[in-house]
């Protein structure tokens, strides 16, 4: 027997065996990525706040399910010329034609001191950043989770914004604002200003897609548990009209 050619035998062997082992395991890698990219997304807390007083989810669905309006006049604790802002002539500049809408109630009302943050710094801040801090902690509340418990974890926060108009505010309101009236208004500070307080170490990022941007929020979160990068997500999104130039 010529030896070279049973040393060559072998070594071929040992080679197929290796590759059919690797081949195993690659489709067993697959077939687990397959099964994660498919699994469902458990939904295990939520919290919301919507026109009509709503406060609860299921302050929410009992909206809905009564049929009861959500619109109201405009609010009174916002700062707005509510009467200046009038004219029902529809072509008049710089005026509204309605003198209804909806809107959040006590969107001024905030404990800062809850969350750290002291009185000057909590003016500066975009009424739509207090929001999803409360909507955040009690959206972990309700999934039974100790938001303090958190601090260090992958958890990840997406939120859907559309307005910053918050800034003209903060930056007319002089010195009392001097120093936060940036970090106050920034669209990307919502997002971190959640994770910041929580300590959280997973992706923070703020959408702006217009009318879609709580959806496409949503769904990054989705990729973002399906990828690995979070085992946990805050998701969703926040409005709040600080002045009137929507409806102008």
């Given at each position: 027997?010529?030896?070279s050619?049973g040393?060559?035998?072998e070594r071929l062997?040992?080679?197929l065996?290796?590759?059919?082992?690797?081949?195993?395991?690659?489709?067993?890698?697959?077939?687990?990525?397959?099964?994660?990219?498919?699994?469902?997304?458990?939904?295990?807390g939520m919290?919301c706040?919507?026109?009509?007083?709503?406060?609860?989810?299921?302050?929410?669905?009992?909206?809905?399910?009564s049929?009861?309006d959500?619109?109201?006049?405009?609010?009174?604790?916002?700062?707005?010329?509510?009467?200046?802002?009038?004219?029902?002539?529809?072509?008049r500049?710089?005026?509204?034609?309605?003198?209804?809408?909806?809107?959040?109630r006590?969107?001024s009302?905030?404990?800062?001191?809850?969350?750290?943050?002291?009185?000057?710094?909590?003016?500066a801040?975009?009424p739509?950043q207090?929001?999803?801090?409360?909507a955040s902690?009690?959206?972990l509340?309700?999934?039974?989770?100790d938001?303090?418990s958190?601090?260090?974890?992958?958890?990840?926060?997406?939120?859907?914004?559309?307005?910053?108009?918050?800034?003209?505010?903060?930056?007319a309101?002089?010195?009392?604002?001097e120093?936060?009236?940036?970090?106050?208004?920034v669209?990307?500070?919502?997002?971190?200003?959640?994770?910041?307080?929580?300590?959280l170490?997973?992706?923070?990022?703020?959408v702006?897609t217009a009318?879609?941007?709580?959806?496409?929020?949503?769904?990054?979160?989705?990729?973002?548990?399906r990828?690995?990068?979070?085992?946990?997500?805050?998701?969703?999104?926040?409005?709040?009209?600080?002045?009137?130039?929507?409806?102008?």
């Amino acid at each position: 027997m010529d030896t070279s050619t049973g040393d060559s035998s072998e070594r071929l062997m040992e080679y197929l065996k290796k590759v059919t082992v690797d081949l195993l395991t690659t489709r067993d890698d697959l077939t687990q990525l397959r099964e994660k990219l498919n699994e469902p997304i458990a939904i295990v807390g939520m919290s919301c706040r919507f026109p009509g007083g709503v406060e609860s989810p299921e302050q929410l669905w009992d909206l809905v399910a009564s049929g009861s309006d959500g619109v109201s006049e405009f609010p009174l604790d916002r700062g707005w010329d509510v009467e200046g802002l009038f004219d029902p002539d529809p072509d008049r500049f710089g005026k509204v034609y309605t003198r209804e809408g909806g809107f959040l109630r006590g969107v001024s009302d905030f404990d800062a001191g809850f969350f750290g943050i002291g009185p000057r710094e909590a003016a500066a801040m975009d009424p739509q950043q207090r929001l999803l801090l409360e909507a955040s902690w009690e959206a972990l509340e309700d999934a039974g989770i100790d938001p303090e418990s958190l601090r260090g974890s992958d958890t990840g926060v997406f939120a859907g914004v559309m307005y910053q108009d918050y800034q003209h505010k903060s930056m007319a309101a002089g010195p009392v604002a001097e120093g936060y009236a940036g970090t106050g208004s920034v669209g990307s500070v919502v997002s971190g200003r959640v994770a910041y307080a929580l300590g959280l170490e997973g992706p923070a990022v703020t959408v702006d897609t217009a009318c879609s941007s709580s959806l496409v929020a949503i769904h990054l979160a989705c990729q973002s548990l399906r990828q690995g990068d979070s085992s946990l997500v805050l998701a969703g999104g926040v409005t709040v009209m600080s002045t009137p130039f929507l409806f102008v």
